[in-house]
C-alpha cells in the first residue's frame, strides 16, 4: 500500500485520518486542525501515540503535558485520555486490537 | 518519551533501532545502512512496516518489490520474509505482541 493513495476520512471533526488495519493492528495517520478537540474517552485498545508535526495539548493518567515532534506516549488499555491540537498536526497512533470503529 | 533521547542499538548488523514497548505492542524505529540484509525469518507477532525515507527490496508472500516513502506492507502472524537496504532506510515497524527478542 501507499500512504499517498490511501483515501483521507474525516473520522471527528477536525481529525482527518487514513486507517491501516492488519488481524490486530490498527495503524492511523492523521491531520490535524489547529483547535481540534479530543474529547475525554477510553478504549479497551492499547495505543502508542506519535508526534510528527505540529504541538497537541495531551492528557491522560492524571497529567496534561504538551507533545511535539518525536513524542511518543503509550497509553494502556481503558486509560482515559483527551487532547487538543495547539497546531496543526500530524499524528500517528497504533492500536491493539483493531479498531473496528474507525 | 523523546525519540531524539532513546538511546538507538544496533540490533541486527547495519540496523539501528530505537525500540518502544507497551504491554502488547512494539513500535521499532529503524535507521539501515545501505546493503544491510535481513535474511528470510518468522516470528508469530504480526507486523506493520512503513518506510520513511530510502529503498528497501523486501520479499514476502512469494513477491519481491522495492518499497519507497510511504509505503505500508501488512505482514500476518508467521509468515516468512526478508529484505534488503537497497540506500539507507528510515522505517519503522510495529508489532503485536510485544517482540521481548528485541
Redesign the interface.
Known sequence: ????KIKEREIMPGFHGKI?N????T?AFWRIDEGSELPEHKHIH?Q?M?VIDGKIKFTFDGKTLVHGP?????I??NMPHSGVALTQCKIMD???PVREDL
Do not use: A, Q, R
Open positions: 500500500m501507499e500512504l499517498d491501516i492488519g488481524d490486530n493492528i495503524w492499547e502508542i506519535h518525536g513524542s511518543i506516549v503509550v494502556p488499555s497504533v492500536f491493539t
